[in-house]
Every structure is written in C-alpha cells, then in structure tokens.
C-alpha cells in the first residue's frame, strides 16, 4: 500500500496568524502518526511564512522519538540545507521553487540544474539522507534523475488533479503512469504530491501501483476541518451547558 506523509505546513500557516502557539505542530504530527500516518513532511520556505525552524527542530526530535519518517521539502539554498543538515531527516525532497512563490508549480530542469545539484545531492547521501528530485511527469526527464545520484523521484501531480473529472485525465493518468515506469526502470524509487486529495488519490494508486509515498498537505487539512467540524462545535456546546 501507498505510504501517506501528513505535510503541516497549512498547519502552521494558521498558527502564525495569532501569537497564542495554537494550533501546535506537534502535536498535530502527533495526532497524525497516532491516527496511521506514516511520516511527516515540512516545507519550510525563507519567508517562514508556515513552517519555521524552529518547528523543523521539533518535528524532528518528534519523528525520531515516534520512529516515523520525517521528509524535508525545499530548494537547496546555503539556509535551507544548514537545516537539513542540522536535523538529518529520512528524506529530503529538493524542489525548484523561489522564495516569493506561493506554492511549488513545476520540477526541475536537470538540463540546466543537474550541474548544481549533483553534489548536493552526494553530500545529503553522505549523510544518510534519501533524496528525492520534484520532477514533471514527462518520462524523458527521468534518466537523468539517476544518473546524478537521486533516489527517488515525486511526480508533480497537479496536472492530474487539475484534469481528474475531464477529459483529460486518461491522459495525464497516463503520464504519471509511464513516468513511475520510467523511474522504476532507472532504479528510482516514486513518491507522489501536488493537489491530491480524497477525490482523485484512489484513481491515482489504482493506475500508478508503484507510488511508494504520497505528501498530502492542504487538502488534508482542509478535509480535517469538515470531517471535525461538528464534533468540535458540539465540544464547545457541551462546556458551555456545563456552566449552567
């Protein structure tokens, strides 16, 4: 079965708009390991505008005490791989995204990043870390995902999410298909993250049987406050009838 990493960056998200430390990241991981995940994925970008340092020292000290898998996702800047050396994660996601951009939106260009990630890449596994490259789904990208020393792959699927219900979905179905076959042949290991959700995640690993792991953060989140919503509404009901 396809392992689920839980991201809490919308978790932090929320937190930092209040300065009350509420919701806590940890305990949210803690939640979601207790509840069967797998591991716990952060994406910590240089605004801080979720996920912290701070809650990546924390998250780590978690996952190693739970024995789950922690998985760092970021461009490997001089800051961000200070971090990632810092804690020593299972996994570590490199992705091509730029400091003002509010969500990843594409992979890598190992045409022109190969050169630059190839010793990071060395260093990381030197280290004891898995790396995995965010890539399209274009199975001609992934060749040279092995030959510069990755592990895995994570097939960006917001093309698929964008498509599932129309026409086009055979066909972008089809292409995270034949880019897992791709990496498969290579020797790579395939992860899975971008928009997935409860809708379109079952079709996915039904056409895709060789996705290893999948990162599902929003959408998580958001169906937690729907799925929650009434229990907790009813909780805060229950304290104020006991007030008499």
């Known amino acids: 079965m396809t392992r689920l990493s839980v991201n809490l960056n919308k978790v932090a998200l929320l937190r930092n708009t209040r300065d009350v430390g509420m919701p806590d990241v940890v305990r949210a991981a803690r939640i979601a390991v207790d509840a069967g995940a797998y591991g716990i994925t952060v994406h910590p970008r240089p605004d801080e505008r979720h996920t912290r340092p701070s809650d990546v020292v924390d998250?780590?000290?978690?996952?190693?005490?739970?024995?789950?898998?922690?998985?760092?996702?970021?461009?490997?800047?001089?800051?961000?791989?200070?971090l990632v050396h810092q804690v020593v994660p299972a996994q570590c996601t490199l992705v091509p995204d730029s400091p003002?951009?509010?969500?990843?939106?594409h992979g890598w260009d190992l045409a022109a990043d190969g050169a630059r990630l190839r010793p990071v890449i060395a260093d990381l596994k030197a280290r004891g870390i898995r790396v995995s490259l965010f890539m399209d789904s274009e199975p001609s990208l992934i060749a040279p995902v092995a030959a510069i020393g990755a592990d895995r792959i994570e097939i960006y699927t917001e093309p698929y999410a964008a498509a599932f219900g129309t026409a086009d979905q055979a066909k972008e179905l089809d292409a995270c298909a034949n880019c897992a076959g791709e990496a498969e042949?290579?020797?790579?290991?395939?992860?899975?993250?971008?928009?997935?959700?409860?809708?379109n995640l079952p079709t996915l690993c039904q056409h895709v049987p060789g996705i290893l792991e999948v990162s599902i953060g929003h959408a998580l989140v958001a169906d937690a406050l729907e799925l929650g919503l009434a229990e907790t509404v009813g909780a805060y009901l229950h304290a104020l009838s006991s007030t008499g």
């Open 100 to 105: 003002d951009q509010r969500t990843s939106d």
């Open 185 to 199: 042949r290579a020797g790579l290991g395939v992860n899975a993250g971008h928009d997935l959700n409860l809708h």
């Open 59 to 82: 998250l780590s000290a978690f996952t190693q005490e739970a024995g789950v898998e922690f998985n760092i996702e970021g461009n490997p800047t001089p800051t961000f791989l200070e």
